[in-house]
């Protein structure tokens, strides 16, 4: 069954430090990954995406994530947090095509609290 | 950029009554969705208009109707609105490019209370 794990419920991490949220995915197909970000009481917006190629993409307000197939990871990655980054960040996995193909599928978010 | 528009962004009914969420999208694209998102539930995919004129359930789309209208309007109905209803609700819309593949976009949501 296709699935996506965001093992942490809640990190909570020091102004200026790297910031690492974990996300696993199981999908039959070749996964299209996604990260992306919900502020309170807004709706998502997308971080970066992987389709293909380069398995380290980057992304915007200074976000990366590695594609590793051999690990089903997609994990976000930023070197340095900021407290405005304090918000739910979500993992999801798609296939390729619109409709039912393109409906992605969540994890069930990271909530990331930012220490002054 | 407008994107995806949804209103109203606030609802409190009382159970039993009815109500249609609107969501309009300027992107020109041919997918559209409803989500609802519940804590610790992440987002779950209510109803699908992968194009107009076409509408498919999703993971929970019991107690739902929706309406594709035109390419750009994708409505989702409560016909007798229960408390576990009560959930914020997201509409979204895609288009799949050679690309990028199929990349969803979202709306900012419409909390919904019923008691």
């Known amino acids: 069954a296709q699935s996506v794990t965001q093992p942490d419920i809640h990190i909570t991490v020091s102004e200026g430090a790297s910031l690492e949220l974990r996300c696993n995915y199981s999908?039959?197909?070749?996964?299209?990954l996604f990260w992306y970000v919900q502020s309170p009481g807004q709706g998502l917006q997308l971080l970066l995406k992987?389709?293909?190629?380069?398995?380290l993409v980057q992304g915007i307000k200074g976000f990366e994530a590695e594609f590793k197939r051999s690990q089903s990871s997609f994990n976000l990655r930023k070197p340095s947090v900021h407290w405005s980054d304090a918000a739910e960040y979500f993992c999801?996995?798609?296939?390729?095509?619109?409709?039912?193909?393109?409906?992605?599928?969540f994890g069930k978010g990271t909530k990331l609290s930012v220490k002054p | 950029n407008a994107g995806v528009t949804q209103t109203p962004k606030f609802q409190v009914l009382k159970t039993g009554q009815s109500m249609t969420l609107q969501c309009a999208q300027d992107?020109?694209?041919?997918?559209m969705y409803w989500y609802r998102q519940d804590p610790g539930m992440g987002l779950r995919l209510i109803y699908y208009?992968?194009?107009?004129?076409?509408?498919d359930k999703g993971e929970v789309p019991n107690g739902y109707n929706v309406s594709r209208l035109n390419k750009r309007e994708f409505s989702l109905r409560l016909e007798s609105a229960a408390p576990s209803q009560t959930s914020v609700y997201f509409c979204?819309?895609?288009?799949?490019?050679?690309?990028?593949?199929?990349?969803?976009?979202f709306g900012e949501g419409s909390w919904l209370t019923v008691v």
């Open positions: 979204a819309s895609s288009e799949l490019t050679a690309e990028w593949g199929n990349t969803i976009y």
């Open positions: 999908y039959g197909a070749t996964p299209y």
């Open positions: 992987y389709f293909s190629g380069d398995t």
């Open positions: 999801a996995v798609g296939a390729k095509g619109g409709g039912s193909q393109g409906n992605l599928i």
């Open positions: 992107m020109n694209h041919n997918s």
């Open positions: 208009s992968a194009s107009e004129g076409t509408t």
